[in-house]
């Protein structure tokens, strides 16, 4: 069964600093997606960004990037230039080629101090 | 941009009673998904519904869940019976079409409290 693990339960970042969120997964398939998710205090989850297997070069969305790392298994979240807005839970999730099924981590709740 | 809307925000309800939540997708999307996360743990996925059948379920949904589409805009999850164990937060989510490279949109949650 695939898993998806966030080592961080909790991480702070100073306003415009840059932080690395954490995300490991195991899985014996070949073609899969990442996700990752941002959960505001009391509102929906919001796509933040996606990578494909396949693809080696490692996403970005403006402030947003990740560490694509295959081999390892690795999929690491970096928030750069680092705003109050930011603060949020954010969750990592893998799906499997085939399946419609989103399978979470347990979260890493991002503080951002002024 | 447009939403997953889910109600009631919060239900309360005594144990083994039945509780019905409602989702409205987001209205092109063909792919709807019901979650939980139990206080403290992971969200899991509980079932994926598409054209009117069930597409995909989890061990988690087991007779005493339902799932139906009554009419052009909502989604509903059925608990027949509900038991202390079933209080979380559940979410609904659509995607456009399924595929697994989709990103399934998610409303807010309600959160369900067995008494």
């Known amino acids: 069964a695939q898993t998806v693990t966030q080592s961080q339960p909790e991480m702070s970042v100073q306003e415009a600093e840059t932080v690395t969120l954490s995300c490991t997964y195991d899985?014996?398939?070949?073609?899969?997606?990442l996700f990752w998710y941002k959960q505001p205090p009391s509102r929906q989850m919001i796509l933040v960004i996606r990578?494909?297997?396949?693809?080696?070069q490692n996403a970005t969305e403006n402030r947003f990037s990740v560490n694509f790392q295959k081999a390892a298994k690795s999929f690491s979240l970096k928030i750069s230039d680092s705003q109050l807005g930011d603060a949020a839970m954010y969750f990592c999730?893998?799906?499997?080629?085939?399946?419609?099924?989103?399978?979470f981590g347990k979260g890493t709740k991002l503080t951002v101090n002024p | 941009e447009p939403e997953v809307t889910q109600t009631p925000s919060h239900q309360v309800t005594q144990m083994g009673q039945e509780v019905i939540l409602r989702c409205v997708p987001i209205s092109n999307h063909l792919y709807f998904y019901w979650y939980r996360q139990i206080l403290g743990q992971k969200v899991e996925f509980l079932v994926s519904f598409y054209n009117n059948e069930i597409s995909e379920k989890s061990e988690i949904f087991d007779d005493q869940f339902s799932v139906e589409r009554p009419d052009g805009s909502n989604f509903t999850l059925k608990i027949r019976s509900t038991k202390l164990e079933d209080s979380a937060m559940y979410f609904c989510?659509?995607?456009?079409?399924?595929?697994?490279?989709?990103?399934?949109?998610f409303g807010d949650g309600t959160r369900l409290s067995i008494l």
């Open positions: 899985t014996s398939e070949s073609d899969y997606y």
């Open positions: 990578q494909e297997a396949y693809k080696q």
């Open positions: 999730a893998y799906n499997r080629g085939g399946s419609e099924k989103l399978v």
């Open positions: 989510a659509s995607s456009e079409d399924g595929q697994a490279s989709q990103p399934q949109h």
